[in-house]
């Protein structure tokens, strides 16, 4: 298989450290792009590019996705919302349900504002197995229909994926999925599950958050350099610009930053501007459901319209000690996590009472 062949059956994730300004930063990233990238320049010549696949014949479409992990205190979302009100029509959030629990009145807020409120599940934390996932997501899909939000959208904690997630997001009618664990910079697609396909489509973003560039310590001036460079090659690709954040660290920069990178693609004409939900419900639109039963792609003309991003966009393999992807992937198999109460676990016998011991150990004093 080479760099331009789809990768659909390798679902492994890795650390991939991505350059930035002289500094890098590193995320968690699907190990293989699950892309058939068109071989040839960008610009479309000699090429087999055809005319623009999105909406008003756009070279690209840009939206916001914020992901709403913890909240807490009010303030903390509250200082975001005179922006995300601006661009309310370009941005989804992604929320953790258990982050609103008592804070009801944001959530009613953040609706007021015109936002397409999504979930993020209910705990900040996907499990690896069916029923586990299903429990939180069923609880999260509960939590905001009673308030009067219909979630059809998923991204998943730590943009982790598996084939469970998929298939439980399916059970409860999600639509789509956002989990760079599973591919980013590519377009939508829907993930093989055994001989065919789920019907959850996968919507891949550029997985660099504005809050890992400030911890590796870059300037908001760098910053938004960085962001204005990567949405101009990522757009020349054909590949859908959605951009990702969150609203729990380095507040004041972080909007900051947000702000004068939308007032940018604000004046872009290139870019179609939607939120992420209405972007998948426009590939819907466009697909041709035989071509993607069959092949996972929406239509024929998807692979002939994208090519390869800049390699510093993609990442490189981090080499990590054996040690730390020991430790992970101990920690990820057994499901050691500290963060959904034990008594709304669904595990029994020996990996519980690991789970148990670990959150006992972790709360020793
Ligand atoms: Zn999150």
Redesign the pocket.
Known sequence: MTDNTRELFNKKCMVKLFPCKGRSITEKVARYPKVLYHSGDSSGSGTLREKSLYPDGKKSVFSLRI?V?ETDNEGELSDYLGLFARYSQWITLFC?AGAFVGKERILERVGAAGLDIQS?GYY?YTHSDYTNIYRDLRKAKRFFSDRGFATEGF?S??GKYNDDLMKALEDLGYRYSSDFSFDYLNFPHYPRIGSGFSKVLQVPIFPVCPELLFSAGLTEEEALDYYINAIGLIKECGIPVIVYA?TNKFCGKVVSLLGRLLKTVQEDDDLYKCNLTDFACWCFRIEDRTFSEKYGVLNSSVERVISAPDKSLLGTPFKRSVWAVVKDLIKETGDLEDIVPSEELADSGLKLLLKKTFKKLKHKP
Do not use: L
């Open positions: 992901d992990d953790s993020h900040h991204a904690p730590m969150h």
